[in-house]
């Protein structure tokens, strides 16, 4: 069974950098897309990006100039950076995989998530 | 404002349908597949359905999806207190926007 588990960074201060690490077990991050997807407090659901475990990447056009993400095949997990944060980013960060069956992307496995707060 | 959009609470007794609806346009729904989730209270998000109607294993028949044109459609049948959750739909969109997209999220309450 595949399992992902997020980093806790807890508390990150206004204008710094985010950064998140979902460590995978069960499976090898090879032949997958790998995402981010957050979730403020109360609110619904919004996608961040993909990473392919070659490198390639996909994000969110509304995050994309402050988001980076990377993958490291030897320790079989990924990573998010998300620079120049304000409280707007306050969220729960949930790592995912994204599987495939022929027609579109979905995603079947989560990690538990890890709420993020930003604040001075 | 999501680019999807879901009713924001549904309610039906235990043992009845409930239906939820996921509306989009011709740039997602329309030109793409549909997958939903449900979140429980507390917990990450779990698959329900994807690729508009299959569902994975472990995850009852009692739910469903069905799509037509810019719509999407979860249902459950056979309520029990344990779906009382929230659900989302999902979707790829193709606008200039491009990008993972989901709907609001419907509060399903089981009276």
């Known amino acids: 069974q595949v399992q992902l588990q997020e980093s806790d960074p807890g508390l990150v201060r206004p204008s710094e950098t985010l950064s998140l690490t979902c460590s995978v077990s069960g499976d090898s991050i090879n032949n997958y897309y790998w995402s981010w997807i957050r979730q403020p407090p109360g609110k619904g659901l919004e996608w961040i990006g993909y990473?392919?475990?070659?490198?390639?990447?996909n994000y969110n056009p509304s995050l994309k100039s402050r988001v980076t993400m990377s993958v490291d095949k030897s320790k079989n997990h990924f990573s998010l950076n998300l620079s120049s944060v304000t409280a707007a980013d306050t969220a729960v960060y949930y790592c995912?995989?994204?599987?495939?069956?022929?027609?579109?992307?979905?995603?079947?496995?989560w990690g538990q998530g890890t709420l993020v707060t930003v604040s001075s | 404002q999501s680019v999807l959009t879901q009713p924001p609470s549904v309610s039906a007794a235990p043992g009845q349908k409930v239906t939820i609806s996921c509306s989009g346009n011709?740039?997602?729904?329309?030109?793409?597949?549909v997958s939903w989730y449900q979140q429980l209270p507390g917990t990450a998000p779990k698959l329900l359905i994807y690729?508009?109607?299959k569902r994975p294993s472990g995850i009852p028949d009692r739910f469903s999806g069905s799509k037509s044109g810019t719509s999407a459609t979860l249902g459950i049948t056979g309520l029990q207190t344990g779906d009382e959750a929230d659900y989302y739909c999902g979707t790829w969109d193709r606008s200039l926007t491009a990008g993972r997209v989901f709907g609001g999220g419907t509060k399903l309450t089981v009276l």
């Open positions: 690729d508009n109607n």
């Open positions: 995912a995989r994204a599987g495939w069956a022929g027609y579109d992307y979905y995603f079947d496995f």
């Open positions: 011709t740039s997602n729904i329309g030109s793409g597949y």
């Open positions: 990473i392919h475990y070659s490198g390639s990447t």
